[in-house]
């Protein structure tokens, strides 16, 4: 059974960071396109990030130059730093292969002063 489990969510004041991890269980991320979403309380789950098999990703322009998509394969892992966090960017983030409809449980991202 595919999963993915993320972690790293949490409490942060306006301009700090934080570091999602994204493992996947039952699949191997090291051919997947993996891709990070979000959904903020009353609005629609966005795309944020996509990571390539490769050395390639993307942000969405809401969060470029903020936001770092990267991966492990060895760890199965794929991360999302977030830097610089502005209380728009809280939301339930999610991982998820590109194209799938698994989606993981999800990780809580709240940025309040």
């Known amino acids: 059974q595919v999963q993915f489990v993320e972690s790293g969510g949490g409490l942060v004041q306006p301009g700090g960071s934080l570091n999602l991890s994204c493992t996947g269980s039952?699949?191997?991320?090291?051919?997947?396109?993996m891709t990070w979403h979000r959904q903020a309380p009353g609005k629609a789950r966005e795309w944020v990030a996509t990571v390539s098999p490769g050395t390639w990703t993307i942000v969405a322009d809401s969060v470029k130059g903020r936001f770092t998509a990267s991966r492990d394969n060895v760890k199965n892992t794929v991360y999302l730093q977030m830097n610089s966090l502005k209380p728009e960017d809280t939301a339930v983030y999610y991982c998820?292969?590109?194209?799938?409809?698994?989606w993981g449980q999800g990780t809580q991202v709240t940025v309040s002063s």
């Open positions: 998820q292969e590109a194209g799938s409809t698994t």
């Open positions: 039952g699949f191997s991320i090291s051919d997947a396109i």
